[in-house]
């Protein structure tokens, strides 16, 4: 049966000679699971070395920190729906709705309400903002996708 070898030719530290060595598949194996171990085990403690902590703080650094995240399912609603409506500011296709009465403007914020909860799908926001104002189709459709990018 044929064994394939390595033949590794080693300089001698005079050069006055030539060493062979001979290495069989299972050694050239082995050191190659060797040098694999030796790279992941640097890797890692290079990746431990340069993670980042967290700079020390006073505590109360930290809790006026914290205090300027939204913290309420509502506040971070009212945090999105604020970004929307920014954007629908640099839009030049988008007319804002006429919502005069106190009722129009929370049926609307009920309605984006249930959108961003996840209660309604965008078609179905889309289908009853369009069956209450139904010129505004671009604006629903808007707001709709707008709601997937914040």
């Known amino acids: 049966m044929f064994c394939p070898v390595t033949l590794s030719v080693l300089p001698s530290a005079n050069n006055s000679m030539i060493y062979f ?20 085990s640097l890797s890692a403690a290079l990746l ?7 700079p020390s703080v006073t ?4 809790v006026a ?13 009212h945090t999105t729906i604020m970004q929307i409506a920014q954007s629908t500011q640099n ?6 709705m006429g919502l005069k009465s106190d009722m129009e403007k929370k049926w609307f914020k009920d309605l984006m309400y249930r959108l961003w909860d996840r209660e ?11 069956k209450h104002y139904p010129s505004h ?3 629903f459709t808007y ?8």
């Open 91 to 96: 839009n030049p296709n988008y007319h804002k």
């Open 120 to 130: 309604i799908t965008r078609k179905q926001f889309i289908e009853e903002g369009v």
């Open 59 to 62: 505590p109360h650094a930290r």
């Open 21 to 40: 060595r001979y290495d069989t598949p299972l050694q050239t194996e082995g050191k190659k699971k060797m040098k694999r171990t030796i790279f992941l």
């Open 137 to 139: 189709r671009y604006e």
């Open 143 to 150: 707001i709709a996708n707008a709601f997937q990018n914040y």
């Open 48 to 54: 431990a070395g340069c993670s980042i902590s967290e």
């Open 65 to 77: 920190h914290t205090a300027a995240l939204p913290t309420s399912k509502e506040e971070r609603f």
